[in-house]
């Protein structure tokens, strides 16, 4: 069964202390993966899109990784205003799917 | 919000009655989906939208319709609402399939 899970659920960090969020995946074949960012009450807004293992990207105070069973979104020195719900999403190449995560909600003590 | 609105932005209705919820581009996207996002389940593919009059079905879309007579809209009807159906709704457009999906800013709909 496809599935993605993203952990932890929620975070707590002090502005400029560095950490991870994970997405792990099962799905039958990997088209693509993504990653957006969610404020309360808005929709989601892209971030960054990976499609092979090895592959990285970064922005801003944000980089994400990918490997042939899981995704990183490291995020280096955060402020504030990164604070959010970090939402993974995957296409699978077989089936036509999208299947997103729970999200990690990500808040940042000043 | 990449040139996407979605009406309306809130609606509260009643079991049984039937609810029709648009999304409107102006990026001229072939792709269009329509999600829901509940707590503990993230968000859920119900219908897209590959082209005018060109649909196919998501992961969850029992209960769901949807109609797509221009490039421009896509439309969800719940015929029957139910309150399972309580939810915000997010539509999102695609220049194709595998690129990125860009989101509007939802519709959250109350079933009484």
């Known amino acids: 069964e496809d599935q993605v899970t993203q952990s932890p659920e929620a975070l707590r960090l002090q502005e400029g202390e560095s950490s991870s969020l994970n997405c792990s995946y099962t799905v039958s074949g990997l088209r693509g993966l993504f990653w957006y960012r969610q404020d309360p009450g808005k929709g989601p807004e892209f971030l960054f899109t990976l499609y092979s293992a090895g592959e990285e990207k970064e922005k801003e105070r944000l980089k994400a990784t990918l490997t042939k069973k899981e995704s990183f979104l490291h995020i280096t020195a955060p402020k504030p205003e990164d604070s959010a719900t970090y939402l993974c999403?995957?296409?699978?190449?077989?089936?036509?799917?999208?299947?997103f995560g729970t999200g990690t909600s990500l808040t940042v003590i000043p | 919000d990449a040139g996407i609105t979605q009406s309306p932005r809130h609606k509260v209705t009643e079991t049984g009655t039937p609810v029709t919820l648009r999304c409107h581009q102006t990026e001229n996207h072939r792709y269009m989906y329509w999600y829901r996002q509940d707590p503990g389940h993230g968000l859920r593919l119900i219908h897209y939208?590959?082209?005018?009059?060109?649909?196919d079905k998501g992961e969850v879309s029992d209960g769901y319709s949807v109609s797509r007579s221009k490039t421009e809209d896509f439309l969800l009807t719940l015929e029957s609402a139910t309150s399972s159906q309580t939810s915000v709704y997010f539509c999102?457009?695609?220049?194709?399939?595998?690129?990125?999906?860009?989101f509007g800013p939802g519709t959250r709909l109350l079933v009484l």
């Open positions: 939208s590959y082209g005018v009059k060109d649909t």
């Open positions: 999102a457009i695609s220049t194709s399939w595998g690129e990125t999906q860009y």
């Open positions: 999403a995957v296409q699978t190449n077989t089936g036509n799917q999208f299947y």
